[in-house]
């Protein structure tokens, strides 16, 4: 059985056999542990002379690479603050998408379109969006184990442990909007409610040596059940700041490769149907 529902769909699948069905009571007490949202941060930054049109073209256009660690100036702090990888990003144009019927289209239902367009095209503007490595010590549980039908998966998420590669990550992204003659857009997500918005969750069904340690092992094997496998984000176990799907897949494939060469020993004696 291989498991590949993601870091949050792979993690709440197995809690919900152990902690709700029962069907799998001794899956090792680090599930859902060690999550990570891989240091994701987002700022925006506006820019009145130039032409961005940050809706068109591809997403990411360049990167700078921090990840051996940002020592930021006069703020009293020893050492490096935060391991960092910057990156442009692109918007989506929301009007366009959601008028894209009337494109073609003559009076009225053609200038909705345009107007909408036009509004949602943020051509002065753009947003600075990356990677850091943080805590990864976020945990995911089941909010009612005693009425699995009705609960749902929570996380709890301290950010205490993250901030500083954070707020580096913001530093920096303000830094660089005034050096390109920009202004900042701070979010008040992360400054006020501490909150972030992340495309790559990692963790949840970590990969370790042990069973003390994590849920799976090198291959992602679930340890102590014999051909139960995740090959997915979930078993990632820390921040790797950086777009992680080609480390997800590199992971993957291993596993796989690994699967296949034992599978004559694992297949011993077993009867298959076609």
Known sequence: MILAAGSIGSTEILLRSRDGFGTLKNLPRSLGRGWSPNGDFLTLAKYKAERLQPTKGPTIGGVIDFLDGVDLPDDNMIGYDGRLYVEDGGLPNVGAHLFKRWMEKRGPKGWAYRKASSLTDFSDMIPWFGQSIDGADGEFSLRNPLQFWRARTQLNWNPQRSVSALDTFKDIHVAMTRATGGKPIPLAT?????????????????????????????????????????????????????????????????????????????????????
């Not at 949840?204 to 094997?221: I, K, L, Q, R, S």
């Not at 340890?223 to 790797?240: E, K, Q, T, W, Y």
């Open 190 to 274: 992360w400054s006020r409610l501490r909150m972030l918005v992340t495309p790559h969750p990692l963790g949840g069904c970590n990969m370790a040596a042990a069973a003390g340690a994590g849920v799976t092992n090198d291959m992602g094997e679930v340890f102590g059940h014999d051909n139960l496998f995740v090959m997915d984000g979930s078993v990632i176990p820390r921040a790797i700041g950086r777009n992680p799907s080609k480390t997800i897949a590199a992971v993957a494939e291993r596993s796989c490769e690994k699967l296949r060469d034992e599978l004559p020993r694992r297949l011993d004696g077993a009867t298959t149907l076609v």
